[in-house]
């Protein structure tokens, strides 16, 4: 909703982007976009063994939206531009107002992260229902004699009775062919979903009874909430050293930036692994989907990686770290040759072989 600190989070979180934060309401227009490096321990190991030319991490994309009114299906404020929007993304993180300050307008009236959350759910249960019954008056003039279209068709008005019973599409968990059934429509409550509970300063480490009551809320929908003061978030990007990080970590008893905790959280939400590639040259990280087998995996490089796939050597990364690299792991049977039905796993150091 507007004016729950969602500038102000996407400027701490953002490395190539700053959005304008102020106390006025659709401050946020055009959405803001930064690409944001995701913040892996290991890269470090893994460096302090190769001493390569340079380190570069995995990232990931985030991107500041207007907020969102009651009405906003039918118009209300920025309305239809805010959900074109947030239909091209991958997942929703919903920052949530869980502080009191009188000087920060607030038009529904008394703090309440459950009402809040309800109003946005609504909100975007509209929209889907809007899409659905289009599709489902498309569908009905061919499925009559089309068994796939009738397929199709039966998922659209389970999708339709599900959102008349004001629940999200995400609930119903639709795989394989029902998933692709309503895949065109880019739905917006079939998104997953993380909450952040923007919580007032003193409330930091323990939380308070308004992310307590959103968190009882999230863990009835298996969905998770990460509590956090997104001002003292942008305060800490804003320290050129990491003395001084580490100085303002102390004073409010932070071990990490609860940014580091969003990107990590955001990360598996949707289901993403990293692997290493470890040269001389360049210690990486990279993103692919969980699941991907070592020809997909090699794709992120270059596609002609995975047209030209031959084989990939495999070092696990606790092995890599133990052995103290490539050349020991060799050595004690620890690098793996595998073909193209290998399933890549989180951490592994990957090295492809390809034809060109």
């Not at 004016?3 to 979180?13: D, R, Y």
């Not at 946020?28 to 001493?51: A, F």
């Not at 003193?202 to 959103?214: H, P, Q």
């Not at 997104?230 to 990490?256: C, H, P, V």
Request: glycine content about 8%; charged content about 30%; aromatic content about 8%.
């Amino acid at each position: 909703m507007p004016n729950v600190g969602k500038s102000t989070l996407f400027n701490a979180v953002s490395n190539s982007a700053k959005a304008q934060a102020s106390n006025y309401r659709f401050c946020t227009i055009e959405p803001n976009v930064g690409l944001v490096d995701v913040p892996d321990y290991r890269l470090d190991k893994l460096s302090e063994i190769v001493q390569p030319n340079r380190i570069v991490p995995t990232a990931i994309e985030f991107v500041d939206i207007a907020g969102l009114v009651k009405g906003a299906a039918k118009g209300e404020g920025l309305g239809n531009k805010f959900l074109a929007n947030i239909r091209e993304v991958d997942a929703i993180i919903h920052v949530v107002r869980c502080f009191e300050d009188e000087n920060i307008l607030r038009d529904e009236g008394a703090i309440n992260p459950i009402s809040d959350k309800e109003i946005i759910d609504t909100e975007l249960q509209l929209k889907d229902m809007e899409s659905v019954e289009k599709k489902i008056s498309r569908t009905e003039k061919v499925a009559k004699n089309d068994t796939k279209q009738k397929a199709i068709l039966d998922v659209l008005v389970k999708c339709k009775s599900c959102l008349n019973e004001g629940k999200n599409i995400r609930s119903l968990n639709l795989q394989g062919e029902e998933l692709e059934a309503v895949a065109d429509l880019f739905l917006l409550t079939g998104k997953p979903v993380l909450y952040v509970a923007n919580v007032d300063e003193a409330s930091i480490l323990t939380g308070n009874k308004y992310s307590e009551a959103l968190t009882e809320m999230a863990v009835g929908e298996g969905a998770q909430v990460i509590v956090m003061n997104n001002n003292i978030e942008a305060q800490i990007t804003e320290l050129d050293s990491d003395e001084d990080k580490e100085m303002f970590f102390s004073e409010y008893g932070l071990t990490e930036p609860g940014l580091n905790r969003l990107i990590r959280s955001a990360y598996q939400l949707l289901e993403l692994i990293t692997y290493f590639t470890a040269g001389v040259q360049e210690v990486r990280a990279w993103t692919i989907q969980k699941g991907w087998k070592a020809p997909q995996a090699a794709s992120v490089i270059h596609t002609d990686f995975e047209k030209g796939f031959i084989k990939a050597e495999v070092i696990g990364y606790d092995d890599f770290i133990q052995l103290g690299g490539e050349v020991a792991a060799r050595e004690k049977g620890k690098l793996r040759i595998e073909g193209k039905e290998y399933v890549v796993n989180d951490g592994d150091v990957m090295h492809f072989r390809f034809n060109v």
